[in-house]
């Protein structure tokens, strides 16, 4: 089994600032890993995600997020923050060997950024 | 493209009252799914399909079914809502294959059972 562990559920961080938010999977097979928005009253939208090869994934919005095997993790980053990604974020993993191919989700960060 | 659509958007219910949550997808998805979020649990895995005709079991399917008859629809039934059912329940859907693909989610349904 996996599971998907996001450390923080609460990050403030003030505009322009940079912000990591943090998410570690355990696994004993090889995964895929995602990092998936939530806006207010809204759907999730794919931020970016990790299948292979570079270990530094660019996404949308500006943000990056570094797959660490030996660390079991995939921190999402971004180096200056606006108002606008105020938001729910979510990381996820899937198991590529898994029948049906079923997301884990973490229980999600909620980042608020202060003007 | 419409992509995932979700009726209604919101709904209030009474202990005991059944109600069938509504999915389509017009991007030609083999693979649809139902979450459920609630506060500090992120999103939980109710039921899934890979295909017409196949469902199967996630995290928490207990008091929920499905069916999938059509490569579009894909609804969700609370037979007997109780109030542990109150959250909010989004559908997904994505190309079926390695695991790569992107999923994609409806805007949510907004449920209260009293």
């Known amino acids: 089994a996996q599971s998907v562990t996001q450390l923080d559920s609460q990050v403030p961080v003030f505009e322009e600032a940079p912000v990591e938010l943090r998410c570690n999977y355990s696994?004993?097979?090889?995964?895929?890993l995602f990092w998936y928005v939530q806006y207010p009253n809204q759907g999730l939208q794919l931020l970016l995600k990790?299948?292979?090869?570079?270990?530094l994934v660019k996404g949308i919005n500006g943000f990056e997020a570094e797959f660490n095997k030996s660390q079991t993790s995939f921190h999402l980053r971004k180096p200056s923050v606006h108002i606008s990604d105020t938001a729910e974020y979510f990381c996820?993993?899937?198991?590529?060997?898994?029948?049906?191919?079923?997301?884990?989700f973490g229980t999600g960060t909620s980042l608020t950024v202060i003007p | 493209n419409a992509g995932v659509t979700q009726t209604p958007k919101f709904q209030v219910l009474k202990t005991g009252q059944s109600m069938t949550l509504q999915c389509a997808q017009d991007?030609?998805?083999?693979?649809m799914s139902w979450y459920r979020q609630d506060p500090g649990m992120g999103l939980r895995l109710i039921h899934y399909s890979v295909g017409a005709g196949i469902t199967d079991q996630g995290e928490v399917p207990n008091g929920y079914n499905v069916s999938r008859s059509t490569t579009e629809d894909f609804p969700l039934r609370l037979l007997s809502a109780a109030p542990s059912q109150t959250s909010v329940y989004f559908c997904a859907s994505k190309t079926s294959g390695s695991g790569m693909e992107t999923q994609y989610f409806g805007p949510g349904t907004r449920l209260l059972v009293l």
């Open positions: 991007m030609n998805h083999e693979y």
């Open positions: 990790y299948l292979s090869g570079s270990t």
């Open positions: 696994s004993s097979v090889s995964v895929y």
């Open positions: 996820a993993v899937i198991r590529p060997a898994n029948t049906g191919n079923q997301f884990y």
